[in-house]
């Protein structure tokens, strides 16, 4: 019977120790569930025109296995993959959509799940300056001061603002010129505080109350603490509700505390998860396995 093998496909540029710490702890997971991982960078493997995937090691188009754990956004090599019917987990579907915020809750919206009240900010072609800024005024109408505006790609809460004023408004506008940003009204009730709810197919495997403060972001990477935390149902479901609307197999689930119940901040298609494990001790990678080992027939 021939074992089943698959690639966790990670950024050849991102080589740090939280990244290739990631990498490492999935492989030997796998591993012990008798799957068969090989790593490789996305700059190993290039989209060509002329064969499936060619190998830059190899010199050669080579084999390919039979699912790869897409960690990372090169959505041209995840494209050309699932091309090749090859089972990703995540799809470059659902990559590309959490990958850019403006998408994903344009995503979420249209899937009803209920999102802090948010206004995306109009293209403007790269390059070009701001020159009419009539629309913050119907942004600082709608959804007040002070105001979050998110640029729609960062991770780690990095380009994310805290605008208090109208003249601060007009500047970060014309920083993010050029730049796909949006902007978000507080959840007054969770500065500060939030729920990271790790999801795995259909279900939650682990979950962690974020807090941070001395900043409204409670990213840990933002200097934010985590305790272990049950989730209430409602919880539980809006978070498996948003990572159905972006299509995830797995999703690290970010949620605030509103007043009137729990609101999804994002879905993150490629969390980590050494820190819920830290936290938690849930090793979040063997559900993974498992899903993948379910699903990848």
């Not at 850019?100 to 899937?111: A, P, R």
């Not at 500047?171 to 993010?176: M, T, V, W, Y």
């Amino acid at each position: 019977m021939k074992k089943t093998s698959g690639w966790i496909v990670y950024n050849g540029h991102l080589t740090s120790d939280k990244f290739l710490d990631y990498v490492q702890w999935f492989i030997e997971a796998a591993t012990e569930k008798g799957i068969e991982i090989t790593a490789k960078t996305n700059d190993q493997l290039l989209v060509t025109t002329d064969s499936p995937i060619y190998d830059v090691e190899e010199k050669k188009s080579i084999a390919l296995p039979d699912f790869v754990h897409f960690a990372d956004k090169d959505l041209h090599l995840a494209r050309q993959l699932k091309r090749q019917g090859i089972r990703l987990f995540n799809s470059p579907e659902a990559i590309a959509l959490c990958d850019n915020k403006s998408s994903m809750h344009e995503q979420l919206l249209h899937s009803g799940i209920p999102t802090p009240l948010t206004m995306i900010a109009p293209m403007i072609y790269s390059g070009m300056k701001l020159s009419h800024t009539q629309y913050l005024e119907a942004v600082e109408d709608h959804l007040g001061l002070p105001l979050i505006v998110k640029e729609a790609y960062g991770s780690f809460g990095q380009q994310v603002y805290w605008v208090e004023t109208r003249s601060e408004l007009v500047s970060i506008a014309k920083k993010l010129a050029g730049i796909d940003h949006l902007y978000q009204q507080p959840v007054k009730t969770s500065i500060g505080v939030d729920l990271r709810l790790n999801v795995v197919g259909n279900q939650v495997v682990a979950a962690m109350k974020r807090t941070s403060k001395r900043d409204f972001r409670a990213n840990v990477t933002a200097g934010g603490t985590t305790e272990p935390y049950k989730p209430s149902t409602e919880e539980k479901d809006l978070a498996l509700a948003a990572s159905k609307a972006v299509g995830t197999d797995f999703a690290g689930v970010d949620l605030l505390i509103g007043e009137d119940g729990p609101l999804v901040c994002e879905v993150n298609s490629n969390p980590h998860i050494r820190s819920i494990y830290e936290c938690t001790g849930v090793d979040v990678a063997i559900p993974m396995i498992d899903h993948i080992i379910q699903h990848s027939s």
